[in-house]
């Protein structure tokens, strides 16, 4: 597509559920980033991929925090057991091979837990 | 942890006039970009400076770069009302990995 695009825009959920949040990286580039951000706030990284291989996860909070890209494109990010404290702005990312010209971000995806 | 910090945290400065945010960073880089954010909607990418490059340009904005003092500065000049949002340095520090993000600064500019 011409932008990344992330789903749903908004996301309320009760507390110990599952959430899915969706990445569309732009078609093409190779590496997809997951960030999360609080307000007024730099984003923090999460986790990032190259192709379908997941090369970083430091930046996962705990295990109840998973990330994929089985095809190498579209990619996932599943917060299993919600807690309030996971109530945040995540971000998707995605850049070409050499990543000369930055990040391209999606608008993201506000994520509300109650 | 944020490898950035940006200096100010908060600007404010008049239409017309010139600004300039300091970044300092802990590590070394493979490369520095510096990205705005309206108003808590996407960010977006600004410019790009490489380990070996000292100075950049693009349109209104100059970035610098000095290694020696791990430390870079976005210079927005001739500032407009439009240029009002938050700034985020980010290092790279290893090609094609991961950016780190700083905490910001935001700038006013008033008309």
């Known amino acids: 597509g011409a932008g990344v695009s992330q789903s749903p825009r908004y996301k309320v959920t009760k507390r110990g559920q599952d959430v899915a949040l969706r990445c569309d990286p732009i078609?093409?580039?190779?590496?997809l980033y997951w960030y999360r951000q609080a307000l007024g706030q730099g984003p923090e990284f999460l986790t990032y991929?190259?192709?379908?291989?997941?090369?970083?996860k430091s930046g996962l909070p705990n295990d109840r925090f998973s990330a994929e890209r089985p095809e190498g494109s579209i990619s996932t990010l599943t917060i299993q057991r919600t807690e309030q404290r996971d109530s945040a702005m995540y971000r998707c990312?995605?850049?070409?091979?050499?990543?000369?010209?930055?990040?391209?971000f999606g608008s993201g995806t506000r994520l509300t837990v109650v | 942890s944020q490898q950035g910090e940006e200096d100010p945290q908060a600007l404010s400065i008049q239409e017309g006039e010139n600004a300039t945010m300091n970044c300092s960073y802990k590590?070394?880089?493979?490369?520095l970009q510096w990205y705005r954010q309206n108003s808590g909607r996407g960010l977006v990418h600004l410019i790009l400076?490489?380990?070996?490059?000292r100075e950049k340009h693009s349109g209104r904005l100059r970035v610098t770069l000095d290694t020696s003092k791990k430390s870079s500065s976005l210079l927005i000049t001739a500032s407009r009302a439009a240029d009002t949002a938050s700034y985020f340095c980010?290092?790279?520090?290893?090609?094609?990995?991961?950016?780190?993000f700083g905490q910001g600064t935001e700038l006013s500019v008033k008309p």
């Open positions: 990312a995605s850049s070409s091979a050499s990543g000369g010209d930055g990040y391209t």
């Open positions: 078609s093409g580039h190779v590496s």
């Open positions: 991929f190259n192709y379908e291989a997941q090369q970083d």
């Open positions: 590590t070394s880089i493979n490369n």
């Open positions: 400076i490489r380990s070996n490059e």
């Open positions: 980010a290092t790279d520090l290893a090609k094609g990995g991961k950016l780190i």
